[in-house]
């Protein structure tokens, strides 16, 4: 390690600090990373190795903190001592990488499985691993999983849909992270039209309408194979002149 530069030098000492991984396996992870830390520490934890790294006598106490987890103190009591609010969406994240079936609960499995995929056994390393996992919120590709994963992690258990209020609360949440301009008119459109609760197809399409039709729809396909609730949410939009001559107005903005 005396060969690197002092700047690269840091960054091995504070990935091996982290992660507890030995200084080869930080040079490896930060040279494939091109020396980005967060990007090393993507490499690292999506290696098969990573269970070694943690001690399950540790993980066992951290749980045994948690273990009321079915109810809601022990998810109060975790955000608490990870100084998140239970409605921050990076406990979504979390929830994703415990794979958890049920919004606010953990089982042991899943509590286990999702912190030794993240090399966590302390809490220490849980509030080391947070700014990471909001950091993944950015990436295309684990926000499209992470958005779908929602949808069974937030519906009732038993139910095929979910319900229109928890949908909505879902979608304010994670499109303020995404930032798409038409969801305050989206759940307008369905709390003034539809009532009802929501489908996995339709669940699913929004993301891909949000993300390739622009707020003007004026690449909008009318033939294309939307569901029929978000053609209608074409209507609603050009009928209540939120689109208007092919130029998106947000009043919401202007008042």
């Given amino acids: 390690m005396h060969k690197l530069g002092r700047g690269h030098r840091d960054k091995v000492q504070q990935f091996m600090t982290i992660t507890g991984a030995s200084e080869k396996i930080a040079l490896q992870a930060l040279k494939a990373s091109d020396w980005h830390l967060e990007g090393a520490f993507d490499f690292f934890y999506s290696q098969p190795h990573i269970k070694s790294y943690t001690d399950t006598t540790r993980l066992e106490e951290l749980y045994n903190r948690y273990k009321d987890m079915i109810l809601a103190d022990g998810i109060t009591l975790l955000c608490n001592d990870l100084q998140v609010d239970p409605q921050d969406i990076v406990m979504l994240v979390v929830s994703w990488h415990m794979r958890a079936s049920t919004m606010c609960e953990y089982s042991k499995e899943e509590f286990f499985t999702g912190l030794q995929a993240l090399g966590i056994d302390s809490m220490e390393k849980f509030l080391e691993r947070i700014s990471f996992m909001r950091s993944e919120l950015k990436d295309e590709q684990k926000f499209r999983e992470i958005y779908n994963f929602a949808f069974g992690w937030a519906k009732e258990k038993g139910q095929k849909s979910l319900a229109l209020d928890t949908a909505i609360?879902?979608?304010?949440?994670?499109?303020?992270?995404?930032?798409?301009?038409?969801?305050?008119?989206?759940?307008?459109?369905?709390?003034?039209?539809?009532?009802?609760?929501?489908s996995r197809d339709t669940w699913s399409q929004l993301l891909e309408f949000a993300r390739t039709v622009d707020p003007a729809l004026s690449n909008y396909d009318a033939e294309g194979a939307w569901p029929?609730?978000?053609?209608?949410?074409?209507?609603?939009?050009?009928?209540?002149?939120?689109?208007?001559?092919?130029?998106?107005?947000?009043?919401t903005q202007k008042r």
């Fill in 169 to 198: 609360g879902m979608w304010q949440l994670l499109f303020a992270e995404k930032q798409w301009p038409l969801v305050d008119h989206w759940c307008q459109f369905l709390e003034a039209r539809h009532n009802k609760a929501i």
């Fill in 228 to 251: 029929y609730l978000i053609d209608e949410f074409v209507e609603y939009l050009n009928e209540n002149g939120i689109i208007q001559n092919g130029q998106f107005s947000d009043w």
